[in-house]
């Protein structure tokens, strides 16, 4: 079972935000002034990259003045880059402290502060309203949640009725053996991967509807190549072998990029 310690000392990195300017201004930037774009390879922290986040914020119909929610935020990378394409006020929450630090000063350096707003904290215990959010997200987050149902729970209390969640998670959807380490777990005690029936269920007694499946293995094949053949992402905790890994076991069939599009019910 994973604890919260445990996953916040997996993610946790001091300085993440001077690494990311730090190589950022080696390359030539003025760290002053980011775009969403600038830092897509240093703070998109899943499988896809940028790509994946505006494929998939494509299927949450999203409009201003929508109020999204980003359910394990990380450092706001998919906030930031939704924010600035589509104009809706992003919320973010994470458990990792260093994240949100880093995070918020991104926001400013990208002129994002006043859309993007990133709070310390479980996503199983959201300071949150009854439906404060029209819309909520959830990317590469769910691999380090054992209590799905209380999660989908959480997250139906805080959308309004007929609000869309979209899960994008690393899922088990075949026989075998997940093996360690991967990006988001070094070991198996701090992994909670589960299968697409496993979240469907939760979300079912959450009082969701699946609206939209959506297998995205084929998607993520340029990504893997591109990071396989180049230095990791500016990531506290990755190395070459965890993508490997990962990558060696979705051409296996045993884990799937994935996608669900829930609606709550009215």
Same mark, same amino acid.
């Given at each position: 079972?994973?604890?919260?310690?445990?996953?916040?000392?997996?993610?946790?990195?001091?300085?993440?935000?001077?690494?990311?300017?730090?190589?950022?201004?080696?390359?030539?930037?003025?760290?002053?002034?980011?775009?969403?774009?600038?830092?897509?390879?240093?703070?998109?922290?899943?499988?896809?990259?940028?790509?994946?986040?505006?494929?998939?914020?494509?299927?949450?119909?999203?409009?201003?003045?929508?109020?999204?929610?980003?359910?394990?935020?990380?450092?706001?990378?998919?906030?930031? *880059?939704?924010? =600035? $394409?589509?104009?809706?006020?992003? %919320?973010?929450? /994470?458990?990792? @402290?260093?994240?949100?630090? &880093? #995070?918020?000063?991104?926001?400013?350096?990208?002129?994002?502060?006043?859309?993007?707003?990133?709070?310390?904290?479980?996503?199983?215990?959201?300071?949150?309203?009854?439906?404060?959010?029209?819309?909520?997200?959830?990317?590469?987050?769910?691999?380090?949640?054992?209590?799905?149902?209380?999660?989908?729970?959480?997250?139906?209390?805080?959308?309004?009725?007929?609000?869309?969640?979209?899960?994008?998670?690393?899922?088990?959807?075949?026989?075998?053996?997940?093996?360690?380490?991967?990006?988001? *777990?070094?070991? =198996? $005690?701090?992994?909670?991967?589960? %299968?697409?029936? /496993?979240?469907? @269920?939760?979300?079912?007694? &959450? #009082?969701?509807?699946?609206?939209?499946?959506?297998?995205?293995?084929?998607?993520?094949?340029?990504?893997?190549?591109?990071?396989?053949?180049?230095?990791?992402?500016?990531?506290?905790?990755?190395?070459?072998?965890?993508?490997?890994?990962?990558?060696?076991?979705?051409?296996?069939?045993?884990?799937?990029?994935?996608?669900?599009?829930?609606?709550?019910?009215?």
């Amino acid at each position: 079972m994973t604890s919260p310690d445990a996953v916040e000392q997996h993610y946790s990195g001091r300085g993440l935000a001077e690494r990311i300017f730090a190589t950022l201004a080696a390359e030539g930037h003025d760290t002053g002034k980011l775009t969403p774009e600038i830092l897509a390879p240093y703070d998109e922290f899943h499988v896809g990259g940028l790509a994946a986040t505006r494929r998939f914020s494509g299927r949450l119909s999203l409009e201003p003045p929508m109020r999204l929610l980003d359910v394990g935020c990380g450092a706001g990378g998919p906030a930031r *880059a939704i924010a =600035a $394409d589509t104009g809706c006020a992003v %919320t973010g929450i /994470d458990l990792t @402290a260093g994240f949100i630090t &880093a #995070g918020v000063d991104l926001n400013r350096r990208c002129g994002l502060e006043q859309h993007v707003t990133l709070h310390h904290g479980s996503a199983l215990d959201m300071p949150f309203e009854d439906g404060a959010f029209d819309r909520a997200m959830m990317l590469h987050v769910g691999m380090n949640i054992d209590d799905k149902p209380a999660l989908l729970a959480e997250v139906a209390r805080v959308l309004v009725p007929g609000g869309i969640f979209g899960i994008y998670d690393m899922m088990q959807v075949g026989e075998g053996i997940v093996s360690f380490p991967m990006p988001w *777990a070094s070991t =198996a $005690d701090v992994s909670a991967v589960a %299968t697409p029936q /496993d979240y469907l @269920a939760a979300a079912k007694a &959450a #009082g969701f509807t699946l609206a939209a499946q959506h297998d995205e293995t084929a998607a993520a094949e340029g990504f893997f190549k591109h990071v396989l053949a180049t230095k990791p992402p500016t990531e506290p905790g990755k190395a070459p072998d965890q993508f490997r890994n990962l990558a060696a076991h979705i051409e296996a069939g045993i884990l799937a990029p994935t996608e669900l599009i829930l609606v709550k019910d009215s």
